[in-house]
């Protein structure tokens, strides 16, 4: 942990250098009003900083700039959540309020109102198992440990997963329970069917079979979230405003992997809910070494359901966009409760 001092100085240059984009002195922090030390003073914590990584000094006789270990204390310890504007709530407001057809247009919306709140790219995930429904289901027992679920979209998509057999189902328990849900279930759309499983087919295995929990624990793994992934993206020229990317080769490193959908879909998925940030070389892909990436999940019925993300530099306005992206995720989560929820 640093000093109280060195916080200050430290929150003062990120703050600086956030602003200006140019390096940051120590007779600029000497004049804010908010730090009362001399530029000595300020010279020698700055030095300090500089030899524990949390500063950098980009030329000779320049100023310093934050390291991306300094970014990261900024984040954990001294970025403030800043309130939104009237007018960006009122934007929120209006998403959870508009009658939009379609998933799809739930996230463009959403990405649009992203990238123009803070003149940053936004990367939307939303599944596609929102526009399709079950057609069939099969269970073929490959040997008496495994078997082979094949699911049957209503848009011809086919899908084969591996799932063990617990012990003392039959095969004739399997072919029960695979009619029995295609019955019940088919047309039903795919984003519902977990709901809908335990809802209606258990009660009815529950009654007819000796194994109900061994049968709801297979379909259960034969229905686990496999879903498909759609990219959205929204705002990408606002990399043209930011003086990191005037470097042609640098930002078509970017602007490529942008196109890369599955890889950007592997980026962005996290098994952790909640406000993710990573920071320069804290990114697993070499083409994101000089952006940061701040990603929040929104959820339908408690289950987080796909990913929005926010590409700038790593110099970024951390505190407005944790602010903006914990406030949106809640707007579309509850948006689309109100139109699919089970």
Known sequence: MLSERQSMILNAIVDDYIRSAEPVGSRSISKRGDVAFSPATIRNEMADLEELGFLEQPHTSAGRIPSNKGYRYYVDHLAPLQPLRAEDLKLFKQLAAEKLSAVEEVVQHAGTILASMTNYTSILLGPEMFNTSLRHFQLLPLNETTAVAIIVTSTGEVENRTVSIPPGLSASDMERTANLLNAKLAGVPMHKLKARL?????????????????????????????????????????????????????????????????????????????????????????????????????????????????????????????????????????????????
């Open 198 to 342: 335990y809802s209606e087919i258990g009660q009815e295995i529950q009654r007819h079979a000796e194994h109900y929990e061994e049968l709801m624990k297979l379909l259960d793994d034969s229905f686990a979230s496999g879903k498909d992934q759609k990219v959205f993206l929204s705002g990408t020229t606002n990399m043209l405003i930011q003086p990191e990317f005037r470097d042609i080769g640098k930002l078509k490193t970017v602007l490529d992997l942008l196109e890369e959908t599955p890889t950007l879909t592997r980026l962005l998925n996290s098994e952790r809910k909640g406000i993710q940030v990573r920071i320069g070389s804290e990114n697993v892909h070499q083409a994101f070494i000089n952006c940061s990436l701040i990603t929040a999940t929104y959820s339908l019925d408690g289950e987080a359901f796909g990913t929005i993300g926010i590409l700038g530099p790593t110099r970024m306005e951390y505190a407005k966009v944790i602010g903006t992206l914990d406030l949106l995720s809640r707007a579309m989560s509850r948006a689309l409760g109100g139109r699919y929820g089970a």
